[in-house]
């Protein structure tokens, strides 16, 4: 039984281990004309649950494995009385292997197969088994003016396996790629289905994993978890003597002129994300509307690093950055924190300023980078980062030490230690200033309470994109304050205050 887009597997593979794994599969006894028999069988079962009126098909396939499936496809389609026709973008007669039995098949069953043209229609739903999981350069002809044929075509849209043109390991758009409706994807879970370009171009995802036993799976080392609500960290319950000492003091720096509400937004997260204590160092204008918006915060006005020192001594945990600017005042109050001996958040212009080479990275930190700051940290483009993202949150963990959250869709957690967790869910209306600066107040108010780096930044990034998609759910004018109760009650759900 094919597994839903709610029960997705939480390890994550790149295509090669995929492809490993396939070959065992084989190697264990399943003949592989069965494993394509069984992808086709779980992507025509997903394809009428998704569209139940449908009664037209048009196949576009290539000339790999991928195009076997679709073959078989079609054949399952024209035995349930729909109208069938393959467009064979890939000449037939290069099909190999269990592809060109699949081929024989489909044609023997009365299946219709036609060369794809640049005029041809298309009709019905579309399958596109064009381009499967090994293709790793930009796509090329006749196959870019296929996919562009399409998405342009305005009908409902399935991919077998992945979309053709999405990089498997990345998530990248190599060019051109199908923007599916439904993608059905078989044995492991590619990490480039869940971040990058993905999320334009997967639509609905199922995942079959055509019965592989765990066994299979023994001594293949995963590439990344996938963040669910069955996996994640969760803060223990509180004992009925708890009292706000057990539960760390944060201490928020930031807010130069001009910017003072990033900062007021980390902090009342901060509060609401559980924190024992609170506090707050910003310019004294800002102090007024501490007080107002966050009054349980002790707001101290802050002019010059000197007046941090004696604070620095009393809190456990800082979150550095939301609202800082690079100018001196900012600078000041960076370097101070720097040189604290305290578990670290580090965000926004604190990253710029350590990409710049002004301080050095303490140990212990979160450091929160959107793909823009990433670049910098690393000294290479935004693009490069968004091409590799799984490599580039790797890299920064490794330089700097530090546990990475790099942000964006599918946004990944990296450890030094070389583990990589993977959070996909989100919504698009979050494309909007100030999240960022609420998932630092988070992450810290997660570390002040006793989780470690990792553990806390997974659990935020979680409870941060849910509340995002809860918050979606309503549209366009998303603020970022809409997630501070959303994520309050999210938390709760995980991990209850008392039990």
């Not at 037209?56 to 195009?67: D, F, I, S, W």
């Not at 204590?277 to 007024?288: F, G, K």
Request: charged fraction near 15%.
């Amino acid at each position: 039984m094919p597994q839903t887009k709610d029960e997705l597997p939480d390890a994550l593979y790149r295509a090669a281990q995929v492809r490993e794994l396939d070959a065992r599969l084989i190697a264990a006894g399943t003949p592989g004309f069965e494993l394509m028999q069984r992808a086709a069988r779980a992507t025509w079962r997903a394809l009428v649950r998704k569209w139940p009126a449908a009664n037209e098909l048009t196949v576009l396939a290539g000339h790999g494995n991928n195009a076997g499936d679709g073959y078989l496809v079609a054949g399952l389609a024209l035995r349930a009385g729909w109208m069938v026709r393959v467009l064979a973008v890939g000449d037939p007669q290069r099909l190999q292997g269990d592809a060109a039995l699949a081929h024989v098949e489909s044609v023997a069953a009365g299946v219709v197969v036609q060369g794809w043209q640049a005029q041809s229609e298309l009709h019905g739903v579309v399958l596109d088994a064009l381009l499967g999981t090994g293709l790793s350069g930009e796509v090329r002809e006749p196959y870019a003016s296929a996919i562009k044929a399409i998405n342009a075509c305005g009908l409902p849209v399935a991919a077998v396996d992945i979309p053709s043109g999405l990089c498997a390991d990345t998530g990248r758009e190599l060019g051109v790629a199908v923007r599916a409706d439904l993608t059905v994807t078989f044995i492991g879970m590619k990490v480039g289905l869940l971040t990058g370009d993905a999320a334009d171009h997967i639509g609905e995802l199922v995942f079959n994993d055509l019965q592989a036993t765990d066994e299979i799976f023994s001594d293949i080392p995963v590439c990344a978890q996938r963040l669910s609500a069955a996996n994640l960290p969760a803060l223990a319950p509180r004992a009925a003597t708890s009292h706000k000492g057990r539960f760390g003091h944060v201490l928020l720096i930031g807010g130069d002129h001009g910017f003072g509400g990033a900062i007021l937004l980390s902090t009342e997260m901060a509060l609401r994300g559980g924190a024992g204590m609170v506090s707050l160092a910003t310019r004294p204008e800002h102090v007024p509307a501490a007080l107002t918006r966050v009054p349980e915060a002790m707001a101290l006005g802050t002019s010059s690093a000197n007046q941090l020192m004696g604070l620095l001594e009393k809190v456990s945990v800082l979150v550095v950055g939301p609202g800082l600017g690079q100018a001196s005042w900012g600078r000041a109050l960076l370097s101070a924190a720097a040189n604290a001996t305290l578990p670290q958040v580090w965000d926004a212009d604190a990253l710029n300023l350590l990409a710049s080479g002004f301080v050095q990275l303490p140990k212990d930190c979160v450091i929160t980078p959107h793909p823009g700051e990433a670049a910098r940290l690393l000294g290479v483009s935004t693009t490069e980062v968004q091409a590799d993202r799984p490599a580039a949150a790797l890299a920064l963990s490794k330089k700097y030490s530090a546990v990475v959250v790099l942000k964006g869709a599918g946004s990944l957690i990296a450890h030094p230690d070389g583990r990589l967790a993977l959070c996909h869910q989100g919504h698009p209306a979050m494309a909007t200033g100030g999240l960022g600066d609420v998932l630092a107040g988070l992450a810290g108010a997660l570390l002040a309470q006793g989780m470690d780096a990792f553990d806390a930044a997974c659990l935020a990034v979680w409870l941060h994109a849910n509340a995002g998609m809860q918050q979606g759910k309503f549209g366009r004018g998303l603020a970022a304050s809409d997630l501070i109760p959303a994520i309050r009650q999210l938390l709760e759900e995980q991990a209850p205050c008392l039990k």
